[in-house]
């Protein structure tokens, strides 16, 4: 079963990567959309729903390995960017800027990101990505609303 949360939480071990672990584990996921693409608002949300709680297992018990939210956990990245994608209007440039602005709000922690990861385990180790991925996917949605209103 460790080696399972560890293959799990690393994104079947992407997370060991030296470089951006993270930015790995949100990349994967959204490879896996680009591939599928169109991909029903349906089964994103599915997907979504369906991950959140194999990453908050997967993420606490690979703590016990890596430490408290370590770089090597990236699953948590793939749920986040899950979360963004299901926020999305269709098309490949929402996608990559929602990928951008995913990383860059998984970085900077707006509240309440910043609380959420003091969670205890893997709650902590999710929770801050999912409100990371769904301000990253709500400020795509405003951006391309106000582009249409111009």
């Not at 793939?78 to 979360?83: F, H, N, P, Y």
């Given at each position: 079963m460790d080696l399972l949360a560890r293959a799990l939480a690393t994104t079947l071990f992407t997370g060991l990567c030296p470089f951006a672990p993270g930015t790995v584990g949100a990349a994967?996921?959204?490879g896996v959309i680009w591939f599928m693409s169109p991909v029903p608002l349906a089964w994103l949300l599915g997907a979504t729903i369906a991950l959140f709680p194999v990453a908050v297992w997967a993420s606490g018990e690979a703590e016990h390995v890596y430490g408290h939210d370590a770089r090597k956990i990236n699953l948590d990245e793939?749920?986040?960017?899950?979360?963004t994608a299901a926020l999305l209007p269709p098309g490949t440039w929402p996608l990559w800027v929602g990928f951008g602005l995913f990383r860059l709000f998984d970085v900077l922690k707006p509240?309440?990101?910043n609380r959420a990861q003091s969670l205890p385990g893997g709650w902590g180790v999710v929770a801050d990505d999912v409100v990371a991925g769904v301000y990253a996917g709500l400020t795509v949605r405003l951006g391309v609303w106000a582009l249409n209103c111009l």
């Open positions: 994967v996921a959204v793939v749920t986040g960017m899950l979360c509240f309440p990101a």
